[in-house]
């Protein structure tokens, strides 16, 4: 059997987490971002699946050689998580182990599944590393902005496509006060409508992983970039530190986080298979 944690149980779970693994999944944990937990036991967990609020995929965590849950793991995803990620419109499993000994396990577990991989890499950001000096020109009638509540609220209805701005956060966070309260973002305006966002999608403790998207007819105008320096200005001024998690086959979000001056501290593989 697999069991669903209540909120309040998450903490049972922190031993099974990855010290060096995704920040996205402590910060699920520690009830910082939504998100739900599936355990082999309710008590005393020994391995468990994180699905991330976001839907943004499921991450494995703890022993990797649990029988018991590994065995029961194709059942539960088709009767339990098909269902409810084909209601929120997930037609893919995404399964990312939070230690690198999960990969041989999912590959088993899932062989007879039409199943697919990518590779990902994780960059983090120092002040010592930052290479925000040269401000970046754009093109005429973009403004850079940071998201503060006046923007969110739109009360002047100024921003003319504000569900962008709030589909985005609330995608990561619980609410608009849980973001103001933890986290941080800027925004690029164009005409009256957000083009480009660029704020912490989680955080856990002074670690703030980057979600960052500019829409299709504003990009390759150094849009990204700019917004990225102001996000990463805004942290290492406030003694915080940047994460920035991409695929790696994504060569504009690698040449942006490389060029302001991350570095790759770690990478992991993603599996996916569809649900049909």
């Known amino acids: 059997m697999i069991f669903e944690l209540k909120g309040i149980e998450f903490y049972r779970c922190r031993d099974l987490i990855n010290e060096c693994g995704?920040?996205?999944a402590k910060a699920v944990i520690e009830g910082v971002n939504p998100g739900r937990v599936f355990v082999d036991d309710i008590e005393n967990p020994t391995s468990g699946l994180i699905w991330l609020g976001n839907n943004d995929g499921f991450i494995f965590i703890g022993n990797e050689q649990n029988e018991t849950f590994n065995k029961n793991l194709n059942y539960f995803i088709e009767n339990r998580i098909v269902p409810e990620a084909t209601n929120v419109g997930l037609n893919w499993f995404e399964a990312i182990g939070n230690h690198s000994k999960w990969n041989s396990t999912i590959k088993e577990v899932f062989k007879n599944r039409n199943l697919g991989s990518w590779n990902q890499r994780v960059y983090l950001l120092y002040k010592e590393d930052n290479q925000n000096?040269?401000?970046?020109?754009?093109?005429?009638?973009?403004?850079?902005m940071k998201i503060d509540k006046n923007i969110f609220e739109n009360k002047d209805?100024?921003?003319e496509n504000i569900v962008f701005l709030h589909s985005k956060i609330l995608g990561f966070w619980d609410s608009p006060e849980r973001f103001f309260s933890?986290?941080?973002g800027y925004c690029m305006v164009y005409k009256n409508e957000i083009v480009s966002v660029c704020f912490s999608g989680f955080v856990v403790g002074n670690v703030h992983c980057i979600h960052?998207?500019?829409?299709?007819?504003h990009r390759g105008k150094k849009i990204a970039q700019t917004i990225a320096r102001s996000f990463v200005k805004d942290c290492?001024?406030?003694k915080n530190v940047p994460y920035w998690d991409c695929m790696e086959s994504n060569k504009p979000?690698?040449?942006v986080a490389e060029k302001i001056g991350f570095k790759k501290v770690f990478?992991?593989?993603?599996?996916?298979?569809?649900?049909?």
Do not use: M
Request: hydrophobic share 35%; charged share 30%.
């Open 267 to 276: 990478q992991y593989i993603g599996y996916e298979f569809p649900f049909k």
């Open 133 to 144: 000096h040269d401000e970046l020109s754009i093109e005429q009638g973009y403004k850079l």
């Open 22 to 24: 995704q920040l996205e």
């Open 182 to 184: 933890d986290g941080i």
């Open 157 to 159: 209805r100024s921003i």
């Open 253 to 255: 979000s690698v040449a």
């Open 236 to 238: 290492l001024d406030n």
């Open 212 to 217: 960052i998207e500019t829409l299709e007819g």
